[in-house]
T-cell receptor
Framework: EAQVTQNPRYLITVTGKKLTVTCSQN?????MSWYRQDPGLGLRQIYY???????DKGDVPEGYKVSRKEKRNFPLILESPSPNQTSLYFC????????????FGSGTQLSVL | QKEVEQDPGPLSVPEGAIVSLNCTYS??????FMWYRQYSRKGPELLMY????GNKEDGRFTAQVDKSSKYISLFIRDSQPSDSATYLC???????????????FGKGTKLSVKP
């Protein structure tokens, strides 16, 4: 089954404790992206990657890091989480041929205390 | 002015009603227009997409794009309780590569269809 898998689904952590949210896709997509979704603000792009070893900032990259060492994986790293990073996070991927069709993961609900 | 504006609702309609959801945008370079549907506690899923201006129909759903007015619409006929979700419009430019290929999303309209 074609899918984007995010883990964990829910995460509660404390300020300053480094964490990683994993994202993996099984569709051989070139493009991958991370979004955060907040009430009243909608989906905002954090980072994206056009292919392996190619990443770039989105609209709200501060406080986040990413890497793309393999085509299927695109982890999101919060080196020193803060309460304002409490949000619902989505990973997404698409092929370059059908760039309009983004496949989203099920989301990670992060709470930073 | 934000690139994409979408009325957040919420919008509540009775079952069987015709629903109209809309977005306006400011960037004339946008050429691909999408509607995503997001159920509660799920990731968005692509519902329909249109290239440039015109209409596209898929069952009970019709997407319209008016590039001259920078206005897109999604119509839902004979709405059902299962249509209750948040609907997000999205759009991007014609060139795929770099930031031009990224989708720009509206904030979403929450729709509730009452039985």
């Amino acid at each position: 089954e074609a899918q984007v898998t995010q883990n964990p689904r829910y995460l509660i952590t404390v300020t300053g404790k480094k964490l990683t949210v994993t994202c993996s896709q099984n569709m051989n997509h070139e493009y991958m992206s991370w979004y955060r979704q907040d009430p009243g603000l909608g989906l905002r792009q954090i980072y994206y990657s056009m292919n392996v070893e190619v990443t770039d900032k989105g609209d709200v990259p501060e406080g986040y890091k990413v890497s793309r060492k393999e085509k299927r994986n695109f982890p999101l790293i919060l080196e020193s989480p803060s309460p304002n990073q409490t949000s619902l996070y989505f990973c997404a991927s698409s092929s370059t041929i059908s760039a309009e069709k983004l496949f989203f993961g099920s989301g990670t609900q992060l709470s930073v205390l | 002015q934000k690139e994409v504006e979408q009325d957040p609702g919420p919008l509540s309609v009775p079952e069987g009603a015709i629903v109209s959801l809309n977005c306006t945008y400011s960037n004339s370079a946008f050429q691909y227009f999408m509607w995503y549907r997001q159920y509660s506690r799920k990731g968005p899923e692509l519902l329909m997409y249109t290239y440039s201006s015109g209409n596209k129909e898929d069952g009970r759903f019709t997407a319209q794009v008016d590039k001259s007015s920078k206005y897109i619409s999604l119509f839902i006929r004979d709405s059902q309780p299962s249509d209750s979700a948040t609907y997000l419009c999205a759009m991007r430019g014609g060139n795929y590569g770099g930031s031009q290929g990224n989708l720009i999303f509206g904030k979403g309209t929450k729709l509730s269809v009452k039985p």
